[in-house]
């Protein structure tokens, strides 16, 4: 379902929640056609095809993971951008539970996301023994 301009940090919401419910029609209505996703420093990920294989596979290495936005912002300048800063709870199969900061960059085309920026360094997630606080 595309979302108004005045709307698209509903949208954002929306998005993460579909994500973290795993509920993937609703993500699959949010991408646009021609979507393109740069998690980290991996490279782009180009079209909803291959963006919804990616939202379906879970990391085996994860029991659950959960996003917990913090604030979601549209610039001035750009109508069409959307910007969230969150912290991304990994809860792994061992028991372990570690959080992360995350900022993603949504830009949204017709309504739906159509290019996806993330910023996050999951090593502490994925280390053998991960960092105190």
Not at 115 to 129: E, G, H, K, L, N
Request: with cysteine.
């Amino acid at each position: 379902m595309p979302y108004p301009t005045s709307n698209l940090k509903q949208a954002v919401r929306a998005y993460f929640v579909g994500i973290d419910d795993q509920d993937l029609d609703a993500v699959d209505a949010l991408v646009h056609q021609d979507i393109v996703m740069i998690f980290a420093n991996a490279e782009p990920s180009v079209g909803k095809q291959i963006f919804m294989a990616n939202a379906k596979v879970r990391n085996p290495a994860f029991a659950r993971i959960r996003h917990d936005l913090i604030e979601v912002w549209q610039p001035d300048d750009d109508a069409n951008v959307v910007i969230a800063t969150m912290t991304v709870t990994y809860e792994r199969l061992d028991g372990i539970v570690v959080a992360v900061p995350c900022c993603g960059i949504f830009e949204f085309d017709g309504g739906q996301i159509r290019r996806y920026r993330v910023f996050i360094d999951r090593a502490p997630a994925v280390a053998t023994t991960p960092a105190q606080a």
